[in-house]
């Protein structure tokens, strides 16, 4: 099985670009700064968190996703796949390849923490009202965008824990 999973902030805007042909296909270009797992002997030393920056391509819808929405210093949630290649570059050397194709890419934060942050995604849109809302419980929603539980739900009436 072939399955990344990576959680990281883009180092830059997505380099984009469209193949030719009959039908053009957005391709994204990308890196993602992934924090690495330090050991406890590391933080007791003091020594700087490191990160891999890793490439990563996206295709078609997740592509146009890029484009649109994903800025230099967007955190994101990537699954995908590793694919390797090569080729033969200018110089008649062989080049080797890395990329992890993304297949799903998501948020990994709300945009009020990727302003507070510095975070690229800062387009910004007028909250919804109460009294405009999709859902008519009389809870305002919290500043993530989550509605609040209203008082006197019990917690054995949520379908969760």
């Known amino acids: ?38 050991s406890r002997a590391a933080e007791n030393n ?19 996703f890029a484009e649109k929405y994903l800025h230099q210093g967007t955190k994101v949630i990537l699954t995908g796949r590793i694919q390797t290649g090569s080729y033969t570059n200018r110089d008649g050397q062989r080049v080797y ?3 992890v194709v993304a297949e799903d890419i998501e948020f ?10 510095g975070g690229g ?9 109460n009294a405009s809302a ?11 965008g989550f509605m609040n539980i209203p008082d006197g739900v019990d917690d054995e009436g949520l379908p969760f824990n």
Request: glycine residues 6%.
């Open 121 to 129: 995604y800062t387009e910004s849109r007028p909250a919804p009202s």
């Open 46 to 64: 003091g020594q700087e968190q490191t990160a891999d920056f890793i490439s990563c391509v996206a295709f078609d819808r997740q592509g146009e």
């Open 134 to 144: 999709s859902f008519d419980t009389g809870a305002a929603a919290s500043q993530e």
């Open 1 to 38: 099985m072939n399955k990344v999973i990576l959680v990281g902030r883009l180092t830059r805007d997505p380099n984009v670009t469209y193949s030719q042909g009959e039908r053009q296909t957005a391709v994204a270009r990308f890196t993602l700064a992934v924090d690495r797992r330090r």
């Open 108 to 117: 990994a934060e709300s945009k009020a923490a990727a302003a507070g942050n």
């Open 97 to 99: 390849t890395t990329d």
